[in-house]
T-cell receptor, first 113, second 113 residues
Framework: KQEVTQIPAALSVPEGENLVLNCSFTDSAIYNLQWFRQDPGKGLTSLLLIQSSQREQTSGRLNASLDKSSGRSTLYIAASQPGDSATYLCAVDSGAGSYQLTFGKGTKLSVIP | DGGITQSPKYLFRKEGQNVTLSCEQNLNHDAMYWYRQDPGQGLRLIYYSQIVNDFQKGDIAEGYSVSREKKESFPLTVTSAQKNPTAFYLC????????????FGPGTRLTVL
């Protein structure tokens, strides 16, 4: 059964710093991996989707990489801003007709002005 | 604007009552999903539907029921058989079954009194 782990559970950084969030998964046979952002009491906002054949995806200050063989993905945030403060979740789709995502518990990011 | 709407935002239920959570999407997506989120835990899949008049159980379907009579709508009923229903409920959709970039609604917070 696929398991997804995100470390650290919480992270606090000063504004302007570049940072990396980590996601690991136990079964490397994934279809794709998706990164989300969740603000307190809100739904999830999709940030980036990486297909299994891709190594990375970029959107603005965000860059996500995928290494299937090692079961890892990273989300790089450049020049962090207080508005980036939120919980970041990664989720993997293991395909094979499952049509469902397995989520990590998230990393709560605080960017200090 | 295209998107996913959930109602109500907050819902209070007495023990022994059934309640229904609404989820509507105007994205013309075939697949829809219901997740439950508890503090300190990852999202867990309750039910999903790949197409109208079809749905499948997820990891924690006991005590819940769904219907998919229209493409746009996927209501979730929390029955009295659900022993611990207090949670944040999130609805999601994706373009096609198996094309799994999922988009989420704003959520419904259910509290049992």
């Amino acid at each position: 059964k696929q398991e997804v782990t995100q470390i650290p559970a919480a992270l606090s950084v000063p504004e302007g710093e570049n940072l990396v969030l980590n996601c690991s998964f136990t079964d490397s046979a994934i279809y794709n991996l998706q990164w989300f952002r969740q603000d307190p009491g809100k739904g999830l906002t999709s940030l980036l989707l990486i297909q299994s054949s891709q190594r990375e995806q970029t959107s603005g200050r965000l860059n996500a990489s995928l290494d299937k063989s090692s079961g890892r993905s990273t989300l790089y945030i450049a020049a962090s801003q207080p508005g980036d403060s939120a919980t970041y979740l990664c989720a993997v789709d293991s395909g094979a007709g499952s049509y469902q995502l397995t989520f990590g518990k998230g990393t709560k990011l605080s960017v200090i002005p | 604007d295209g998107g996913i709407t959930q109602s109500p935002k907050y819902l209070f239920r007495k023990e022994g009552q059934n309640v229904t959570l609404s989820c509507e999407q105007n994205l013309n997506h075939d697949a829809m999903y219901w997740y439950r989120q508890d503090p300190g835990q990852g999202l867990r899949l309750i039910y999903y539907s790949q197409i109208v008049n079809d749905f499948q159980k997820g990891d924690i379907a006991e005590g819940y029921s769904v219907s998919r009579e229209k493409k746009e709508s996927f209501p979730l009923t929390v029955t009295s058989a659900q022993k611990n229903p207090t949670a944040f409920y999130l609805c999601a959709s994706s373009l096609l079954a198996g094309y799994n970039e999922q988009f989420f609604g704003p959520g419904t917070r259910l509290t049992v009194l």
